[in-house]
């Protein structure tokens, strides 16, 4: 006969959302369990901000709002409720991971490893409330709370469950989409999942004989149907497979799920340079190589595949050459050819669709006691520090709910 083991809330999925679950319970000492199907938590945590960890962004709640694309007014009273500054001080006060703020508000721990954030929230748990190696794959009610039956062993029974088991990005780390699988089984309603901050596959070897070349300031915009529908501005980097960064990442989530061949992104790679502009620098730099005149305001990389001629002299620009060259450094056109893969997305886009929750406490409108937060809702935030930041404010009202 198997075992059950009793307690008052489970937080099922130990990744960045249910690790800030477990460390807010186990600051109120209240009684908990963090099931985490791995045999260790927080696995995407560690690959965070490229092993940094950007874990939060000091914006103002209110100017985080705009971060969360149609989600932002839902998540503002979690953002409010546990704002990034709080967040900071229970990571560097009771955590004690000193961090620091860099560019663009976006936070790290001060040593750069995401590993110092991860081994102190799981140290800061403590190992008698993590349970590895259970895999959620049934929840079922009960007369007063919730069985959860993993694939082996012992049943849990919890008054509470919060369900925080994230996307159907990056797989390997634990999130393949069976916590949209459990909230489904309960009744729940899953906004398809798309990849959202995802690198995009375009046509051509343009990209690939710039693999790695990374270009700051860039325009995007992303044309579907002959309409722009969406835009983003910033670093780009080019892919072996099309591009990457930032920028590209961001429009990813507006890539339709059958792109056809009139879905294309337009980059302007100098939103500054105008004919007029081009024209005076050229003429006033006559002997210079024009490859050289353009690696001033770009990658000389770019700068080349774009001229196509290193010998070629300002000099020798005809005016109908040099409109050909800014039309292509402020239009270059590239096609997208698939939608961007759930699997290799940094977040997800779609789950558990916001109607169904309660914003001022993440518990479902369908089950009482299920809690549902982070990745696993239908929210994704841009890029900088806005998803961890997400995770933290809706595991605190979840929370905050269950022990009020
Ligand atoms: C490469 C990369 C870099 C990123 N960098 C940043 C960054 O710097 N800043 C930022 O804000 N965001 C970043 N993100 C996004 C951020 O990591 C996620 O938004 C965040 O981890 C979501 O937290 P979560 O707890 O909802 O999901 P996850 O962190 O994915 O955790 C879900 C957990 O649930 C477990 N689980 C799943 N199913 C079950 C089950 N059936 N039973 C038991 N356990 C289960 C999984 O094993 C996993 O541990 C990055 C993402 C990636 C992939």
């Not at 489970?10 to 319970?25: E, M, P, Q, S, T």
């Not at 860099?102 to 800061?124: G, T």
């Not at 620009?317 to 290799?344: G, L, N, Q, Y």
């Not at 520090?385 to 009202?397: D, K």
Request: negative net charge; contains cysteine; hydrophobic residues 35%.
């Amino acid at each position: 006969m198997p075992e059950v083991t009793a307690v008052n809330t489970a937080v099922i999925g130990g990744g960045a959302a249910g690790l800030w679950a477990g460390c807010l319970l186990r600051d109120r000492n209240a009684g908990f369990i963090v099931l985490e199907r791995g045999n260790e938590c927080g696995r995407k945590l560690l690959l965070t901000g490229h092993g940094r960890c950007n874990i939060t962004n000091n914006k103002s709640p209110s100017e985080l709002r705009g971060c969360y694309h149609e989600a932002g007014n839902f998540v503002y009273p979690a953002l409010c409720g546990f704002t990034p500054s709080d967040a900071c001080e229970f990571i560097s006060g009771k955590l004690g991971v000193p961090l620091k703020t860099e560019e663009n508000d976006r936070v790290f721990p001060v040593s750069d490893k995401a590993s110092d954030i991860r081994d102190a929230m799981v140290r800061f748990i403590g190992s008698d409330h993590i349970k590895t190696g259970f895999e959620c794959v049934k929840i079922e009610r009960s007369e007063d709370g919730f069985n959860i039956t993993p694939k082996d062993g012992d049943t849990v029974s919890a008054k509470h469950v919060i369900l925080a088991c994230g996307g159907a990005g990056y797989p390997r780390t634990g999130s393949d989409g069976s916590g949209f699988e459990l909230a489904s089984s309960l009744g729940h309603t899953i906004a398809e999942p798309k990849a959202a901050l995802a690198a995009i596959n375009t046509c051509g070897d343009f990209c690939r004989e710039l693999s790695g070349v990374s270009v700051d300031g860039v325009s995007l915009s992303l044309f579907c149907g002959g309409r722009k529908t969406a835009s983003a501005s910033g670093t780009v980097l080019f892919t072996h497979q099309g591009i990457s960064g930032p920028a590209a990442m961001e429009l990813s989530r507006e890539i339709p799920s059958d792109p056809g061949s009139d879905t294309y992104i337009e980059a302007d790679f100098v939103p500054s340079l105008t004919d007029k502009i081009l024209a005076d620098e050229i003429s006033g730099k006559n002997s210079h190589k024009f490859v050289n005149l353009l690696a001033e305001r770009m990658p000389r990389s770019l700068a080349a595949a774009i001229v196509c001629d290193d010998e070629l002299y300002c000099r020798d620009v005809r005016s109908e050459m040099r409109k050909a060259v800014v039309k292509k450094i402020k239009m270059f056109r590239f096609d997208v050819t698939e939608a961007p893969s759930t699997a290799t997305a940094y977040v997800t886009r779609g789950g558990v669709i916001l109607k169904e929750l309660n914003r001022s406490s993440y518990e479902s409108k369908l089950v009482k006691g299920l809690h549902i937060i982070g990745e696993n809702t239908d929210v994704d935030g841009i890029s900088g520090g806005f998803n961890l930041a997400f995770a933290a404010s809706s595991a605190f009202l979840a929370v905050k709910d269950i022990l009020s």
